[in-house]
Nanobody, 115 residues
Framework: QVNLVESGGGLIQTGGSLTLSCAAS????????MKWYRQAPGKEREFVGF???????FLIDSVKGRFTISRDNKKNIVYLQMKTLRPEDTAVYYC?????????WGQGTQVTVSS
């Protein structure tokens, strides 16, 4: 079955850095666009960015210049490198695989940025 497992979150001070990982299994990862979302307390889930099979990336304006998406198709892992973190980045971060017929989500990893 399709499975996504996020890791790497934690508590960090404003201005710090974290790198999140999403380990994927159960589908052809190397041919699948992978997406990152986040959900802050009391807010709707927000799209953050994506990375296509061969490395093309897109990030929303609020994280451009601070976040980087990358992937390792041999290890079936997608990464979200986060720098210069701000309190407004506090959220549960999820990876997503928009597979034919159904999307797949991980359980999420909590990122808390203290002010």
């Amino acid at each position: 079955q399709v499975n996504l497992v996020e890791s790497g979150g934690g508590l960090i001070q404003t201005g710090g850095s974290l790198t999140l990982s999403c380990a994927a299994s159960g589908f052809t990862f190397s041919r699948t666009t992978m997406k990152w979302y986040r959900q802050a307390p009391g807010k709707e889930r927000e799209f953050v960015g994506f990375i296509r099979s061969f490395g093309e990336t897109f990030l929303i304006d609020s994280v451009k210049g601070r976040f980087t998406i990358s992937r390792d198709n041999k290890k079936n892992i997608v990464y979200l490198q986060m720098k210069t973190l701000r309190p407004e980045d506090t959220a549960v971060y999820y990876c997503n695989a928009p597979l034919p017929g159904a999307e797949s989500w991980g359980q999420g990893t909590q990122v808390t940025v203290s002010s």
